[in-house]
């Protein structure tokens, strides 16, 4: 091997040894406990490995794995439930996102140039805050005597105070206020680095702001918009804090039910299984879905 | 009103300003039906903005434009009915050669068949059958120019403007496409205006040429016009070499006025302004209507060396009073009259040939 490909090699190895230390290595021990059996001990699953049993050991380990957990999931419509819950959230949530950013990120991107860091700033500043926080102010702002009512009672625009905090309603405005920054972001990059030219060209053929927009700006903003969507879809989908504090107790999303395994019942194996359910429902078909697109891609470069 | 007699498109005293900048500096302008015109400055002269200007990307501070009679400032770029070539061509990227010039044919109130019939037509004029399919990223750079030309054209405007539309394309290809272009103007008849920073773009391609300076049009007319009778030393420098001798202007009569220099007097055009008996002028002579003349007449000089340039032969002479003064002549002429390097001449121009700029 020459110089460079070794140094090659060493400058790749970083990322790897990031993804396998704490994606790959912990993933492999959540599925690992989704495969045991829950236990009144320390750790709370069953079977441990015994490291000095060797070959014996391991072989008495593995077999006491099971997929019981998994056909508990599969046999409980509470879980199914809540994984369609998790998604329809999630879904109608991007959607929500994809116009509400779309519209801001245009609006920030066609601003004067000398405005743009500072609109960026402004979207960016939230973060500065706890995110705790920020979902508590949104209690506030949304219960019966909150600010929102109060405002609408106010202005006489109601006649009675609406009944917002603890519905399904909150919890989709708790998600697009938390994700709008990761919507707007890549849609901002993407949109502020078009070229200008492409704009007057369409209004010079006869293309009228609307026309405009929908046809070049809006099309030339396909990535910013995936990645947009991607980055609010999939936290989303596992999303606990949002529906815990803002959705009432009857609201079903795996979040939820994951961390009321994990804490309430002290089951780690089936909380353990719903996460690898979860991380297969939402990766798998983006996996799926991009192989597909480079598929495309390659296709449309040839 | 529609003005049928009146020019295609007026430019009444258009003044564009970019904060202190004057970008546009009372610019007026006539331009008549299937005129192939040109504007020519170097980059910064303010002859993309007045192209701008029309196409309605940016606003008049003042002055009209006016597109048959009708004012166009209240028309915002898309209800124009004039279409704009782009340097960069802005081919839209997401969209075949067959979607970019469909672009501009959607809602003009035309049935499916009409539009594919009229991309085939677009197609087969600028020569690229059969790459409807294909994306403009997949193209030369010579088959995107004329995909933009394409589409610019498909509206059928009354007026096309050109900005740049050769200055992508190497050398030998845009000696090829100005002729190209040239023949496509003839064959469709509108008016196309193209801005070009190369004389001989402008004057390969132009049946009129507006020179700009610093936001002013300063002079307008043909090739052979501006070359053999510029009102500027700007203009004269522009178009070509040029000798440039400084002098006294004196009496003027019948369009010829005589110059008092330290070589002594000479006869040259007028200028076309009155500057006055005593006015500091420049007598502007070509190199190629310098003649070596019998001994007895006209200047004489010492050939300091001569270059062979393929088709011309170009001269450096060393007169009197130690200026220089280059000439030209064809390659294939006798070399008679003219001595090896070193050896003494005399010259004479016609005094026609000679145009008396301010200086």
């Known amino acids: 091997m020459t110089r460079s490909r070794l140094l090659d090699a060493l400058v790749r190895l ?121 979902v508590y102010a949104w209690i506030a702002i949304l219960k019966p005597e909150g600010l929102l009512n109060a405002a609408l009672l106010r202005l006489g625009l109601i006649p009675a105070p609406l009944e917002i905090l603890n519905t399904q309603g909150a919890v989709l405005i708790g998600l697009v206020y938390a994700y709008l920054p990761f919507m707007v972001l890549p849609l901002y990059a993407v949109m502020s680095r078009l070229d200008p030219t492409l704009r007057e060209a369409a209004a010079d053929l006869g293309a009228g702001p609307t026309r405009v927009f929908w046809t070049v700006t809006l099309p030339l903003s396909a990535a910013g918009l995936r990645a947009g969507a991607l980055l609010c879809f999939i936290p989303m989908c596992g999303e606990f804090i949002i529906p815990d504090l803002l959705g009432g107790s009857d609201t079903l999303m795996l979040g939820r039910v994951l961390w009321s395994e994990f804490f309430s019942n002290r089951d780690w194996p089936l909380a353990s299984a719903v996460a690898v359910v979860l991380l297969v429902l939402v990766v798998g078909p983006i996996v799926l879905f991009r192989g597909d697109a480079r598929k495309a891609g390659a296709e449309a470069a040839r | ?164 539309p050769l200055g992508a394309l190497d050398r030998s290809l845009r000696e090829e496409t100005q002729g190209e272009l040239r023949a496509l103007q003839r064959r469709l008849g509108a008016a196309f205006v193209v801005v070009t920073h190369d004389p001989a773009e402008a004057m390969a391609l132009a049946d009129r040429i507006g020179v700009m300076e610093a936001g002013r049009l300063v002079q307008c007319g043909s090739a052979a016009a501006l070359y053999e009778r510029p009102a500027s030393r700007y203009v004269a420098g522009l178009l070509g070499d040029v000798n440039l001798i400084p002098g006294c202007l004196g009496a003027v009569s019948d369009g010829l006025a005589s110059v008092e220099t330290a070589l002594g007097p000479f006869r040259g055009r007028a200028p076309e302004v009155d500057l006055g008996e005593g006015a500091a002028v420049l007598l502007a002579v070509r190199p190629e209507r310098i003649a070596p003349a019998t001994a007895g007449e006209g200047l004489s000089a010492t050939l300091v060396e001569t270059t062979f340039l393929g088709e011309r032969v170009r001269r450096s002479l060393r007169l009197p009073d130690g200026t220089l003064l280059r000439t030209s002549t064809p390659a294939g002429a006798a070399a008679t009259g003219w001595p090896e390097p070193g050896g003494s001449l005399h010259l004479r121009w016609p005094p026609d040939a000679a145009t008396i700029l301010p200086a």
């Open chain 1, 14 to 134: 970083p990322p790897w040894l990031w993804l396998s230390a704490f994606f790959l290595v912990p993933f492999a021990i959540t599925l690992k406990i989704s495969l045991s059996e829950a236990a009144t001990a320390m750790p709370p699953y069953l079977p441990v490995l015994d490291w000095k049993g060797g070959l014996e050991g391991w072989s008495t380990f593995l077999e006491a794995l099971h997929f019981q957990n998994y056909e508990t999931l599969a046999g409980d419509a509470l879980y199914r439930d809540a994984a369609l819950s998790s998604l329809a959230f999630a879904g109608t949530a991007t959607a929500i996102l994809a116009g509400v950013g779309t519209a801001l990120a245009y609006a920030m991107a066609r601003a004067p140039s000398r405005w743009q860091p500072l609109l960026v700033a402004l979207v960016v500043v939230p973060f500065w805050t706890s995110f705790l926080i920020r």
């Open chain 2, 1 to 164: 009103m529609a003005d049928r007699e009146g020019p295609l498109l007026r430019i009444e005293a258009a003044a564009k300003r970019f904060g202190a900048h004057a970008a546009v500096d009372g610019v007026s302008l006539d331009l008549a039906a299937g005129e192939f015109f040109c504007l020519l400055g170097p980059s910064g002269c303010g002859k993309s903005t007045l192209l701008r200007l029309v196409a309605g990307f940016e606003s008049l501070d003042a002055g009209r434009i006016l597109l048959e009679g009708e004012d166009l400032a209240s028309l915002p770029p898309h209800r124009r009915p004039v279409n704009m070539m782009f340097q960069s061509y802005a081919l839209f990227p997401h969209l075949s050669v067959a979607g970019n010039l469909a672009y501009g044919l959607k809602g003009l109130g035309l049935s499916r068949t009409e539009i594919a019939g009229r991309i085939e037509k677009l197609l087969g004029l600028v020569r690229l059958d059969g790459l409807g399919g294909r994306r403009p990223d997949t193209l030369s750079g010579g088959q995107r120019q004329r995909v933009a030309l394409a589409r610019a054209l498909a509206r059928e405007p009354k007026v096309l403007l050109l900005d740049e």
